[in-house]
């Protein structure tokens, strides 16, 4: 399926999706696939969509399918306890959750103090971190949007603090080229594209913190959250719940 641009008759390229509404449901799956502890098959739902795409950007569709999770590392993991204690007595509450958000490329030009990563400390109330199963967790009223925190649990409630600790290495140039990649997002196999290669970088740094739990642990039992802050698609999911094994 060629498309070509309003402005005339350049050709863009095959489509990977019908339509920005068949896009728009598929990201929601794959969220949905990440809020349920199915990372794998995220990341390998998102590459089988990436290969129907043809003459759009074939480096930026290269970059996308073969950036792995073996490359990126955590820094400063390490470093959580020692904050955590530190939040908890400025603050006088338990954190119970911790947040790892993506920001958004575009503005590292425009914030001197831009980090590719927030970290964000959450308590136990009105959200039970600390007993909350991954199914209720992940809740939600649509099929897109990260709705189970900010409509349902009020997730905003919950923020004691945010800082840049922690950081990512290894997924740099997928990252800075995925965003500029997806143009307003435009109804056609750029902004397929576009969304199909941040989702890509979404899904690897779910799969990193998750790792990264497996094989450092945490400073205690808590849930942690992979989101975003202004960083299209938005995935908001638990990579790791409360007491999981």
Not at 43 to 59: I, P, Y
Not at 138 to 154: D, L, S, V, Y
Request: aromatic content about 8%; proline content about 4%.
């Amino acid at each position: 399926m060629a498309l070509t641009y309003a402005k005339g008759a350049q050709t863009v390229g095959k489509r990977a999706f019908s339509d920005i509404q068949d896009r728009d449901a598929f990201l929601g799956r794959v969220e949905t696939a990440l809020r349920e502890g199915r990372a794998t098959e995220a990341l390998f739902t998102v590459h089988q969509a990436l290969e129907k795409l043809s003459g759009v950007n074939d480096e930026l569709v290269k970059l996308a399918m073969t950036t792995s999770t073996d490359q990126l590392a955590l820094l400063n993991w390490d470093r959580l306890g020692g904050q955590i204690a530190r939040y908890e007595a400025k603050f006088g509450k338990r954190i119970t959750a911790l947040g790892i958000n993506m920001n958004n490329p575009v503005h590292r030009g425009m914030d001197p103090d831009y980090c590719d990563l927030e970290t964000n400390y959450y308590g136990d109330y009105p959200v039970p971190f600390s007993t909350a199963s991954r199914a209720e967790l992940a809740i939600a009223k649509h099929e897109r949007g990260p709705t189970w925190h900010k409509e349902i649990m009020k997730w905003d409630s919950e923020f004691i603090e945010v800082e840049t600790l922690i950081e990512l290495t290894g997924m740099e140039a997928l990252y800075e080229a995925s965003n500029p990649a997806y143009p307003a997002r435009s109804d056609d196999s750029i902004g397929d594209l576009g969304a199909l290669a941040s989702a890509s970088c979404a899904v690897l740094l779910h799969q990193a913190v998750k790792n990264t739990i497996r094989e450092q642990g945490l400073p205690r039992p808590m849930t942690v959250i992979v989101g975003a802050n202004d960083h299209f698609p938005d995935f908001e999911a638990p990579a790791w719940v409360f007491n999981e094994k």
